[in-house]
C-alpha cells in the first residue's frame, strides 16, 4: 500500500512539473518582460541581505548591463530614443533576458539559503555552481574581491564538492529519502529480492543439466583455463563435460 501511494505522489509531481511547462512556456519569453521591466524600472526585485556577496554584485552588473544598452546612443527624437523597441537595442537585449532572470533567481535563493542557516557547505556548492553558469563576468569583474578567473573558479568548486562528497551520507540520512527510493540496486537485499521475482527460461539443454543434477555455472567453473565463456559458448562447453 505505501509502494502504490508513493508511485502515485511520483506520477502526480511529474504531472505537475510537465503542465507547468507546457503553461508557462518557455523561459525566454517570460525574461523578456521581467528584463525589461526591471530595466526600466516598473519592477524591482526584493533587496538583498547579503549586497556585497558575489551573487550579488552579479545581478547588479548584469541590471546595469541591461541599462546601459537601452539608453546608448539616446538622441532627443522617438526613433533615436533609448525605447526597448528599437531593433538594434532589441538584439543586444534579448541574450541578457534569460542571464538576468537567473542572476536575480541565485541571489535571491543564495539570501534565504543564509537567512535559514542551512549548512555553509551546501551554500558553498550552490554558490559555486551559480558563478559557474556565468564565468565570464566574474573573470572580468572589476572588484578584486568579487574576481575570480576561470582556474579559480573551477578550483572553487572542486574544493566544496569534494567536501560535499565526504558528506553525502550525512545528509541523505537526515532527508530521510529511504522509502521513497523505489530502484531495486540501491542495496543488495533489494536486488536480492528483485531477482527472486524475475521469471526463468531454459532450453533442452538447461533440461537435461537439471536431471543430471549439474549446475552450470559450477560446470563452467571447474575449469580454471577458462576465465570468462560468452553466452553463445556455454552449451558446447558443457556437453564437451558431459
Not at 57 to 65: F, I, L, R, T, W
Not at 69 to 90: A, F, K, T, W
Not at 156 to 167: D, F, P
Amino acid at each position: 500500500m505505501h509502494s502504490l501511494s508513493r508511485s502515485l505522489t511520483r506520477s502526480l509531481i511529474q504531472s505537475d512539473l510537465r503542465g507547468s511547462g507546457v503553461a508557462e512556456g518557455d523561459i525566454l519569453g517570460i525574461s523578456i518582460r521581467f528584463a525589461v521591466d526591471l530595466a526600466l524600472g516598473r519592477i524591482t526585485p526584493p533587496p538583498s541581505s547579503n549586497p556585497k556577496s558575489r551573487l550579488a554584485c552579479h545581478e547588479a552588473g548584469v541590471v546595469s548591463q541591461i541599462r546601459s544598452c537601452l539608453y546608448r546612443n539616446q538622441g532627443p527624437s522617438e526613433e533615436n530614443s533609448g525605447s526597448h523597441r528599437r531593433r538594434q537595442i532589441e538584439a543586444t537585449i534579448l541574450p541578457l533576458c534569460v542571464p538576468l532572470i537567473q542572476a536575480v533567481g541565485h541571489r535571491m535563493a543564495y539570501d534565504a539559503a543564509i537567512e535559514a542557516s542551512v549548512d555553509p557547505t551546501l551554500i558553498g556548492i550552490y554558490l559555486s555552481s551559480a558563478i559557474l553558469s556565468d564565468p565570464a563576468w566574474y573573470s572580468e569583474a572589476n572588484d578584486p574581491s568579487i574576481r575570480l578567473s576561470r582556474s579559480e573558479q573551477l578550483e572553487m568548486q572542486l574544493a566544496v564538492c569534494t567536501k560535499g562528497v565526504a558528506r553525502l551520507e550525512e545528509w541523505l540520512d537526515k532527508l530521510e529519502i529511504e522509502p521513497y527510493v523505489l530502484a531495486s540496486i540501491v542495496s543488495e537485499e533489494k536486488w536480492d529480492a528483485y531477482e527472486q521475482t524475475l521469471e526463468i527460461f531454459g532450453g533442452p539443454l538447461d533440461s537435461k543439466m537439471e536431471l543430471s543434477g549439474i549446475d552450470i555455472d559450477t560446470a563452467i567453473q571447474g575449469s580454471q583455463s577458462i576465465t570468462y565463456l560468452p553466452r553463445s559458448s556455454q552449451s558446447s562447453f558443457v556437453a564437451a563435460k558431459l
